[in-house]
Nanobody, 126 residues
């Protein structure tokens, strides 16, 4: 089990920057991957970025590549998402998620992740 708590969301204008954090606590397993997903109003939740916890290898969705950067601080068990050059279409609830084991599921797939945070709202105005 693990508790994931996101923070850092807010309201800002297009072109701005924001950093989201996700603190993992009460962890009882070794993390395989941790990732960020988002869900815009009226849309399905979509993959944003993920990081292999032990190696630090990252993978970003094409829609955010070059603007968003996922990172982690292993010592603090904290995941980050640095978001730059934000656009109105980035408006969504952002969720962090943790995977406890390697499976055949893609690292971009929701079902790969066992545990989810409650989400933090990011609103970008034009």
């Amino acid at each position: 089990q693990v508790q994931l708590v996101e923070s850092g969301g807010g309201l800002l204008q297009a072109g701005g920057s924001l950093r989201l954090s996700c603190a993992a606590s009460r962890r009882s397993f070794e993390i395989d991957f941790m990732g960020w997903f988002r869900q815009a109003p009226g849309k399905e939740r979509e993959f944003v970025a993920t990081i292999h916890w032990s190696s630090g290898s990252t993978f970003h969705a094409d829609s955010v590549k070059g603007r968003f950067t996922i990172s982690r601080d292993s010592a603090k068990d904290t995941l980050y998402l640095q978001m730059n050059s934000l656009k109105p279409e980035d408006t969504a609830v952002y969720y962090c998620a943790a995977s406890s084991r390697a499976t055949a599921d893609l690292i971009t797939a929701e079902r790969r992740y066992d545990f989810w945070g409650q989400g933090t709202q990011v609103t970008v105005s034009s």
